[in-house]
């Protein structure tokens, strides 16, 4: 168990909805990280919060939006959601923006 | 900006065999971390080098981080089935940290 946690564990929605992913840091970490899976595919970074304030972006889709609230959890906002969003979507988070990164199970998202 | 990649993508050894991965970053690394995710898991933080030239080892598992700081790689001797998954290089540059694109290894029994 890393300590960070993810919910929901599965999402199951339709073409064109919104949906919310949530994240809990381990105790104490500042920095939270959101990446993409998809099917066999590496790591897609997506976006970092330090402290509540965005730190670094990556491939992030304009029709997505993360933001981390002052006790330090954070959501990932994906909007217009289409099939190829269809992925595994992991939460990490680290003491700091070089420290080591601890994951989260995971949230996986079916788009049908 | 900082690419870090890594090959091979995929691995497909006979267990007892050797294993090797290998990163390159185009720039400078403070430090690279090296990650494993099993199937069906979430990766999970293996080491970190820091220094120029640094080799740790656990078990059967040995990391190398260059002398220029800017490659690295992962060793694993005599393979066995509990070492499959994909594993990740991920290297920090000014604070910035940037994954590979991981290498799957398969181990036939």
């Keep these: ?112 | 900006g900082q690419q870090v990649m890594q090959i091979p993508q995929y691995q497909h050894v006979q267990e007892g065999e050797d294993f090797t991965t290998y990163c390159n970053s185009s720039t400078t690394l403070s430090n690279i971390q090296w990650y494993k995710q099993r199937p069906g898991g979430h990766p999970v933080f293996l080491i970190q080098l820091v220094k120029s030239g640094e080799v740790k080892k656990q078990k059967r598992l040995t990391f190398q981080f260059g002398e220029a700081k800017k490659n690295s790689s992962l060793h694993i001797t005599a393979t066995q089935t509990t070492d499959v998954g994909t594993y990740f290089c991920a290297g920090v540059d000014n604070n910035d940290m940037r994954f590979g694109a991981g290498t799957r290894l398969t181990v036939k029994p």
Excluded at chain 1, 4 to 26: D, E, F, Y
Excluded at chain 1, 27 to 36: C, F, I, P
Excluded at chain 1, 77 to 99: Q, R, V
């Design chain 1, 1 to 112: 168990d890393s300590g960070v946690t993810q919910t929901p564990k599965h999402l199951i929605t339709a073409t064109g909805q919104r949906v919310t992913l949530r994240c809990s840091p381990r105790s104490g970490d500042l920095s939270v990280y959101w990446y993409q899976q998809s099917l066999d595919q590496g790591l897609q970074f997506l976006i970092q919060y330090y402290n509540g304030e965005e730190r670094a972006k990556g491939n992030i889709l304009e029709r997505f939006s993360a933001q981390q609230f002052p006790d330090l959890h954070s959501e990932l906002n994906l909007s217009s959601l289409e099939l190829g969003d269809s992925a595994l979507y992991f939460c990490a988070s680290s003491g700091g923006p070089s420290y080591e990164q601890y994951f989260g199970p995971g949230t996986r998202l079916t788009v049908t």
